[in-house]
């Protein structure tokens, strides 16, 4: 059974910074690519970004380049991601998402086959 449990949202003022984490659990397939997500009430969900399990190569939303990174500790089976200079825009739910083979070129496009919890992210002006 996979499961993705994220920690580490919250409220922050802009310019500030937060890391998010999510713990996998249950990941067997023979290679994953590992993203986060977003969403905003009334908005569809957004891909951040994305890593690829098998050569650690990354993809941004452009909104977000220079600002997030995205990484992986596969000692632990954890999945972060670093927001620096955060905006108001930023505020939003975030999911952390795994999907079986290779990464996208754009996150929007990865097929999801397991989403996490969502957790609320607020940044304040």
């Known amino acids: 059974q996979v499961q993705l449990v994220e920690s580490g949202g919250g409220s922050v003022q802009a310019g500030g910074s937060l890391r998010l984490s999510c713990a996998a659990s249950?990941?067997?397939?023979?290679?994953?690519?590992l993203a986060w997500f977003r969403q905003v009430p009334g908005k569809e969900r957004e891909g951040v970004a994305a890593?690829?399990?098998?050569?650690?190569?990354?993809t941004y939303a452009d909104s977000v380049k220079g600002r997030f990174t995205i990484s992986q500790d596969n000692a632990k089976n954890t999945l972060y991601l670093q927001m620096n200079s955060l905006k108001p825009e930023d505020t939003a739910m975030y999911y952390c998402?795994?999907?079986?083979?290779?990464?996208?070129?754009?996150?929007?496009?990865?097929?999801?086959?397991?989403w996490g919890q969502g957790m609320q992210v607020t940044v304040s002006s």
């Open positions: 998402a795994a999907a079986k083979g290779f990464c996208l070129p754009h996150v929007d496009l990865m097929t999801v086959d397991y």
């Open positions: 249950g990941l067997t397939y023979s290679r994953y690519c």
């Open positions: 890593i690829d399990d098998g050569n650690g190569a990354t």
